[in-house]
């Protein structure tokens, strides 16, 4: 689809956040030993995938020496090891790997939005840098025509989301939706059935917070609803 094509260029080119731009030039001139001899993406990271998805994920920020290495969501860390094997299971991904944006990696009837598209210090945006990123994913939503299920990977990307249908008057009140992981919460006519999960950090998935089996059920409860 030419629009998002284009938003996406839009994403690639921003540099709203003096703070998270200073950030990415850093990172990309110290690595991390591992990484030595990559070229790190160090910009904006755009969405990714199925332009006729109708499922549609919101993550928090580019992991540092992940996505913000490869200029692909949940590429190349451990949170998208995690992501990407599950989706793979479930139908939504091509294969269960992700570790370079030219892997051959695609997802199917599902595409990847963020609420921040740089790499935050201690991975913890600012409010102020929230506000300023929002409106890619709000351009997001009006493009991706065909999303019936949304799942907010974390709360903070849960806040995010109800923050847009709070500011367009789809809900009254954000307080009315609890966050919990696994849950559905209906949102209203014609709108897309959002789902609240824990994201797959590894801090989450390596404490046992969130396990595999709690991960895939999220996914086959949107395939559920999907249809």
């Keep these: 689809m030419q629009a998002l094509e284009i938003l996406n260029r839009q994403i690639v080119a921003c ?12 990172i990309k001139i110290t690595k991390r030993r591992a990484y030595a001899d990559w070229d790190y993406w160090a910009k904006p990271v755009p969405g990714f995938g199925d332009p006729r998805a109708r499922l549609l994920l919101v993550g928090l920020a580019p992991g540092a020496h992940g996505a913000n290495r490869t200029g692909r969501p949940f590429t190349g860390d451990a949170s998208g090891v995690f992501l990407y094997n599950v989706m793979y299971e479930t139908g939504f991904a091509s294969q269960p790997t992700s570790v370079s944006r030219d892997d051959g990696l695609r997802l199917i009837d599902a595409y990847i ?4 598209r740089c790499a935050p210090p201690d991975n913890k945006p600012l409010p102020e840098e929230i506000q300023r990123c929002r409106p890619y994913l709000e351009r997001e939503l009006d493009l991706l025509t065909r999303v019936r299920v949304v799942i ?3 709360k903070l990307a ?24 696994n849950r559905a919460h209906s949102i209203g006519e014609n709108q897309p059935v959002l789902i609240s999960s824990y994201h797959p950090s590894q801090q989450n998935t390596s404490t046992g917070k969130l396990t595999r089996a709690m991960f895939r059920a999220v996914f086959l409860r949107a395939k559920r609803i999907i249809g």
């Design 15 to 26: 540099r709203k956040c003096p703070r998270l731009v200073q950030y990415l030039e850093q």
């Design 113 to 116: 939005g963020a609420a921040v």
């Design 152 to 154: 907010a990977l974390g």
């Design 158 to 181: 849960f806040d995010d989301y109800l923050k847009i249908l709070n500011d367009r008057g789809i809900v009254k009140r954000r307080s009315q939706f609890q966050f919990a992981h």
